[in-house]
């Protein structure tokens, strides 16, 4: 780790984990002290497993497949859609929808029912409702997109998802292991990083450290779309060429 990196990353307090009576003990690897009652990430272990976890991302979507990025921290919630739009990757960035991974069939006709009924509002065609009803169908509508607005272009299950908070968002991991989906996750010290085959051990409440990590990931997204088989993925004018193998993920407990 340079020493320009060792400084970015001290700037975007991703050093500071939790308080240490709120820890996790299996976070003991990557913790290199306390200062004032608060656990200190090892930042040279942090650097390490982050180039790990990008290069991963990186052959993921450049062997065509996408990454589920799931963060549904206030923190993140103009940043993840933005950049996830941007490099044709699905996301999800409110409350986790029961079954997405797991009844991702049943998923798919829901999807298919919010992208039809958007049509219909498009064009007009909800006009030849009853008033009545074109609200229940806006009604609809909104919770829909709110829970699978994110993922209307994922087709197939993802190749592996990324998680910003795994103890927020510990049902999506669930399902993902369940699958044998890989999981990608900002790990802080409360966490526990048994069920994550890319732990990346950093400060997941601090916005600096959560854009400094997520930049990170997106531009690791960026340089794998850019090698993607052509017609394989989302991507708007660039080059493509094939990649690697992927870990398997652990099942869960």
Known sequence: MSNKQFQEMMDAAVHFGHRT???????????HGTAQGVHIFN????AVLL?????????????GKQILVVSTKPQTLEIVPTNCDKLGQPYVVHKWFGGLLTNFQTIKSRIRFLKKTKEQ??????????KKEQVKIRKEITKLQNALGGVEEMSRLPGAIFVTDVMRDLTAIK???????????????????SMVNFPIPANDDAVKSLRY??????????KGRKSAPAKKIVAKDD?????????EAPKAE
């Open 21 to 31: 009576s709120k820890w996790n003990a299996k976070m003991a690897p990557y913790i």
């Open 43 to 46: 930042l040279e272990k942090t």
């Open 51 to 63: 180039e790990e976890a990008c290069e991963f991302m990186r052959k993921v979507i450049s062997e």
């Open 121 to 130: 509002m498009a064009t007009g065609e909800i006009e030849k409702y009853t």
């Open 175 to 193: 399902e993902a292991c369940k699958l044998h989906i890989p999981v990608i996750a900002i790990c802080d010290s409360n966490a526990d990083p």
């Open 213 to 222: 990590i997520l930049g990170a990931v997106f531009e690791a997204m960026d």
């Open 239 to 247: 080059n493509h060429k094939p990649a690697e193998e992927k870990k």
